[in-house]
């Protein structure tokens, strides 16, 4: 298996761009969070999905920002417009099913907002 | 919501001692604590995990061990090695919730 695929693996912007984040679970799994990591405030779930529908999203910072699965293998972390403190690594992770399953992260993207 | 504490926030050990870092759970109802590794630049990697049904979990030099009364567990590694060099993060699911709340992580100091 490829475990869980993110792309792209680094991306630089600038303020005010557009940004789309891209995520493919690994086969099966039912369940996809989106966390992000940055220095100051360690690593933050955003949101996570069941079966393609969002379950909780209370973890995404403002209006920015936005999520979507469209399918089972696919999943985008949209950010617009960015801003410098959106710079950060964003994993994406996925677990067979939620609860007590174990969670396998994306190598991430580290995102520059400059 | 969930708050997990991690306590030390970077601890330096000599090659083959035992290193001891641990964690503070708010949510009662908390009932997986996963522990993950992270090495420099790259995913944060599953070591071990508990539930809330057991006490202790072992795997060769890692130990868990969990205490739902105090509301805290503890990740325990021996005879450490330099491999073991990395950031180290305690996670607890807040009880009904799927995503995982972390600790701000340890970073893990092996000196030869």
């Known amino acids: 298996d490829a475990g869980v695929i993110q792309s792209p693996r680094h991306e630089v912007t600038e303020m005010g761009q557009e940004v789309t984040l891209r995520c493919k679970p690994i086969?099966?799994?039912?369940?996809l969070f989106w966390y992000r990591q940055t220095m100051m405030r360690g690593l933050e779930l955003l949101i996570y999905?069941?079966?393609?529908?969002?379950?909780?999203d209370s973890g995404m910072p403002e209006d920015r920002f936005s999520a979507k699965m469209p399918n089972a293998s696919f999943s985008t972390l949209k950010i617009q417009p960015s801003e410098p403190r959106d710079s950060a690594v964003y994993f994406c992770?996925?677990?067979?099913?939620?609860?007590?399953?174990?969670?396998?992260f994306g190598p991430g993207t580290r995102l520059t907002v400059l | 919501g969930e708050n997990v504490e991690q306590h030390p926030s970077t601890l330096s050990v000599q090659e083959g001692d035992s290193a001891v870092i641990k964690c503070t759970y708010s949510?009662?109802?908390?009932?997986?604590f996963p522990w993950y590794k992270q090495e420099l630049g790259k995913r944060p990697q599953l070591i071990i995990d508990?539930?809330?049904?057991?006490g202790e979990k072992k795997d060769q030099r890692i130990a868990v061990t969990l205490n739902k009364t105090a509301k805290h567990f503890s990740l325990h590694i021996t005879e450490t090695q330099p491999e073991d060099s990395a950031v180290y993060f305690c996670?607890?699911?807040?009880?009904?919730?799927?995503?995982?709340?972390f600790g701000k992580g340890t970073h893990l100091i092996i000196q030869p």
């Open positions: 992770a996925s677990s067979l099913s939620g609860d007590t399953d174990t969670q396998y």
């Open positions: 086969s099966g799994h039912d369940y």
């Open positions: 999905f069941n079966n393609n529908v969002p379950i909780d």
């Open positions: 949510d009662s109802a908390s009932n997986y």
């Open positions: 508990i539930r809330s049904n057991v």
């Open positions: 996670a607890a699911n807040g009880g009904g919730a799927d995503g995982l709340t």
